[in-house]
């Protein structure tokens, strides 16, 4: 894969941290996981790229035109691949991608899966884009996190991939591909057929998924205060500490 424009001075070098943590958190039983927002996706009878099997001369007919439908909206699902496991979860939200949906869909899979997959967890590794809803500087991700620290107990440690090497982030490549083979070629007609795709999808190498949906609002351009941010423990984590942090729950 070619990167477009330089690449970062330190990129391998974060490459090998994320890659030695994540091992060393596997294989003492922590959870790790990748987390990004996949593409939005307008919702209606479009044509969705790819092809489907179906009954001879019997094809699909879908609009002729891509103006997104103000009644229908569009999803934006946000991602979390589990490392130990082989497992995704999807949060389908309705509203913005922000950086409050971003924890609150990770805070959702820790309800739904992590706690009862991981009950001795101690701490929790996230590995996830620079940029964002989850992005390295977004002051909301930091302190949303922290909050989601507190209320699950364990310590969040954050690894963010350098810039432009978001596909290098596992949730695109063991979690994110397979939703997009698996509806292609079908239109995205409702929330729920999408939900059902997603929630439908398998690989051969045992990749399950759960998929749930968010009706949630998520304000925009939203922001933290100095006092709130600065109540936030945070460890920063060297080489890299742009990159790399961890957020106390105590």
Known sequence: MLQVGESHPDRNAQF????????????????????????????????????????????????????????????????????NHNTGFVNVGTSHDTAE?????????????????????????????SGGSNGAKTRLWKYQLSQLAQRIGIEIHVCHFPPGTSKWNKVEHRLFCYISKRWQGKPLVS???????????????????????????????????????????????SPFENWNYVIKHK
């Open 191 to 237: 929330v729920e057929t999408a939900i059902n795709l997603i929630g439908s999808t398998t690989t051969t190498t045992g990749l399950k998924v759960l998929c749930q949906r968010d009706e949630n609002i998520y304000e925009l351009a939203k922001t933290v205060p100095d006092e709130d941010f600065e109540s936030i423990k945070i460890e920063k984590l």
């Open 16 to 83: 090998e941290f994320i890659n030695g943590k994540a091992k060393e958190y596997i294989e003492a039983g922590e959870p790790v996981i990748s987390v990004d927002t996949k593409k939005k996706e307008k919702i209606g009878n479009f044509r969705n790229p790819g092809q489907e099997y179906r009954g001879n001369k019997d094809p699909r007919k879908v609009l002729d035109h891509d103006f997104p439908i103000k009644e229908l909206g569009k999803i934006a699902p946000y991602g979390i691949y589990n490392l």
């Open 101 to 129: 949906f971003a924890v609150e869909s990770i805070s959702r899979w820790w309800g739904v899966v992590g706690k009862r997959t991981f009950p001795k967890a101690t701490k929790l590794l996230i590995t996830c884009d």
